[in-house]
């Protein structure tokens, strides 16, 4: 069946794979990706037409593949969709120059620029009275000579991702978890020796394994109302220093007290599009404390598509049909995974292994880099390659937290 829009999409991960899932499951339709690698889950896929663009983060190669997309498909609504950090900033801060038939649906590159830093993203937390762990906003000229008002070990990471990444240095991490005071100086040493430019965030650290960690993903329609909310308890996590942090197990949950707290705060700020929290449980106080805002959805978005609620219906109903959407508290249980059955039972704590089962028998259980309609040999050996790779990363890596 022909449709009258086409899904363009910005990356190459399971975050764009899994999109490009949805759109296909949905409408049959096969997604246009650009991605900088001629490798990851969406190369060689037979639901996507990727082409590599290794230019595909400069801001004028971005304009052009729209542009080019934008004609090939003239006669059809072009939904712009950046599946990482970079293309949703992209998106946001070029969208005005966007061909007529292209529709991104992201906030302002002023808003965005606002919600990705996560000082002022804290600062909006305070004012809105969402919860979030003790944080010092850190400043180069700050040297060793801060003061703490939280006790070790403490958690540091980039008030600014985007910028973060530009400047690699031997054992980057996504987020730093220092011991000790010196071992905190010597990380903040060598991010700066390596030219990032912001403020870095030092957090106290929450305790707690992985099954402390929830993810809820929403959808805001055109008026920047929330239609949808899917709370994810997650399992487990991966523990490599480049992917820390990165979902491996989730087990969607019906949504807390929190989700009502982030509903009024994205409608007050007029949000559009979807958005992910990272929020962890601290069972010291009972509160449920938000980390941060991705303005996307996030790698791990299939959990919501899997548990009956498709993310590219939403776009596509709200954005191409301009429908009115009713609001959705999502409750279906379910449970997605993205490493093998076995890693998950060896290292998810053994309160969870019977609802992990119960799922599995009913069906309930979704891994969105295995489509049944997507099966071509190269990519389906890949996939099982790097699926196997999880014993050894974590035989390596993983340590249990207290």
Same mark, same amino acid.
């Given at each position: 069946?022909?449709?009258?829009? +086409?899904?363009?999409?910005?990356?190459?991960?399971?975050?764009?794979?899994?999109?490009?899932?949805?759109?296909?499951?949905?409408?049959?339709?096969?997604?246009?990706?650009?991605?900088?690698?001629?490798?990851?889950?969406?190369?060689?896929?037979?639901?996507?037409?990727?082409? #590599?663009?290794?230019?595909?983060? %400069?801001?004028?190669?971005?304009?052009?593949?729209?542009?080019?997309?934008?004609?090939?498909?003239?006669?059809?609504?072009?939904?712009?969709?950046?599946?990482?950090?970079?293309?949703?900033?992209?998106?946001?801060?070029?969208? %005005?120059?966007?061909?007529?038939?292209?529709?991104?649906?992201?906030?302002?590159?002023?808003?965005?620029?606002?919600?990705?830093?996560?000082?002022?993203?804290?600062?909006?937390?305070?004012?809105?009275?969402?919860?979030?762990?003790?944080?010092?906003?850190?400043?180069?000229?700050?040297?060793?000579?801060?003061?703490? %008002?939280?006790?070790?070990?403490?958690?540091?990471?980039?008030?600014?991702?985007?910028?973060?990444?530009?400047?690699?240095?031997?054992?980057?991490?996504?987020?730093?978890?220092?011991?000790?005071?010196?071992?905190?100086?010597?990380?903040?040493? *060598? #991010?700066?020796?390596?030219?990032?430019?912001?403020?870095?965030?030092?957090?106290?650290?929450?305790?707690? %394994?992985?099954?402390?960690?929830?993810?809820?993903?929403?959808?805001?329609?055109?008026?920047? *109302?929330?239609?949808?909310?899917?709370?994810?308890?997650?399992?487990?996590?991966?523990?490599?220093?480049?992917?820390?942090?990165?979902?491996?197990?989730?087990?969607?949950?019906?949504?807390?007290?929190?989700?009502?707290?982030?509903?009024?705060?994205?409608?007050?700020?007029?949000?559009?599009?979807?958005?992910?929290?990272?929020?962890?449980?601290?069972?010291?106080?009972?509160?449920?404390?938000?980390?941060?805002?991705?303005?996307?959805?996030?790698?791990?978005?299939?959990?919501?598509?899997?548990?009956?609620?498709?993310?590219?219906?939403?776009?596509?109903?709200?954005?191409?049909?301009?429908?009115?959407?009713?609001?959705?508290?999502?409750?279906?249980?379910?449970?997605?995974?993205?490493?093998?059955?076995?890693?998950?039972?060896?290292?998810?704590?053994?309160?969870?292994? +019977?609802?992990?089962?119960?799922?599995?028998?009913?069906?309930?259980?979704?891994?969105?880099?295995?489509?049944?309609?997507?099966?071509?040999?190269?990519?389906?050996?890949?996939?099982?390659?790097?699926?196997?790779?999880?014993?050894?990363?974590?035989?390596?890596?993983? +340590?249990?937290?207290?």
């Amino acid at each position: 069946m022909e449709h009258n829009f +086409q899904p363009l999409l910005f990356g190459g991960d399971i975050n764009v794979y899994s999109v490009a899932r949805a759109f296909h499951e949905a409408y049959g339709v096969k997604s246009v990706c650009f991605g900088k690698f001629a490798s990851g889950p969406a190369y060689g896929s037979t639901i996507l037409d990727y082409r #590599v663009c290794p230019q595909n983060e %400069d801001a004028a190669t971005f304009r052009k593949n729209v542009a080019d997309v934008a004609a090939e498909f003239a006669g059809k609504t072009v939904l712009v969709i950046g599946c990482g950090d970079s293309y949703v900033k992209l998106a946001a801060e070029n969208k %005005d120059t966007f061909p007529p038939n292209c529709v991104a649906a992201t906030v302002s590159g002023a808003l965005i620029n606002t919600l990705i830093n996560k000082q002022t993203f804290y600062e909006l937390c305070d004012r809105y009275g969402i919860d979030h762990p003790g944080t010092f906003i850190y400043r180069r000229e700050m040297g060793h000579d801060f003061t703490l %008002d939280f006790q070790p070990p403490y958690i540091c990471k980039p008030a600014n991702g985007v910028a973060y990444w530009e400047h690699p240095f031997p054992g980057n991490e996504k987020v730093f978890t220092c011991p000790d005071r010196k071992s905190l100086e010597e990380v903040l040493d *060598k #991010v700066y020796a390596a030219g990032y430019p912001d403020t870095m965030i030092i957090q106290d650290f929450i305790p707690g %394994d992985d099954s402390y960690m929830r993810v809820l993903t929403n959808y805001s329609d055109r008026n920047g *109302k929330v239609k949808l909310m899917c709370m994810g308890h997650v399992l487990l996590e991966e523990h490599t220093p480049h992917g820390i942090g990165n979902h491996a197990v989730i087990l969607t949950e019906p949504c807390g007290e929190i989700a009502e707290k982030i509903r009024a705060f994205l409608e007050d700020i007029g949000y559009v599009g979807f958005s992910n929290f990272d929020i962890k449980y601290d069972q010291r106080d009972g509160k449920y404390k938000v980390f941060e805002i991705n303005c996307r959805q996030g790698r791990s978005n299939y959990y919501v598509t899997g548990a009956g609620y498709n993310i590219a219906k939403l776009l596509v109903e709200d954005r191409v049909e301009g429908k009115d959407l009713p609001f959705v508290l999502a409750d279906n249980p379910s449970l997605w995974r993205v490493v093998p059955r076995k890693v998950a039972f060896r290292y998810i704590v053994s309160d969870y292994h +019977q609802e992990m089962k119960d799922l599995m028998r009913q069906g309930r259980e979704v891994r969105p880099l295995f489509y049944h309609k997507d099966r071509p040999l190269l990519r389906t050996l890949r996939m099982e390659k790097n699926l196997l790779g999880h014993f050894q990363k974590f035989k390596r890596y993983y +340590q249990r937290k207290s």
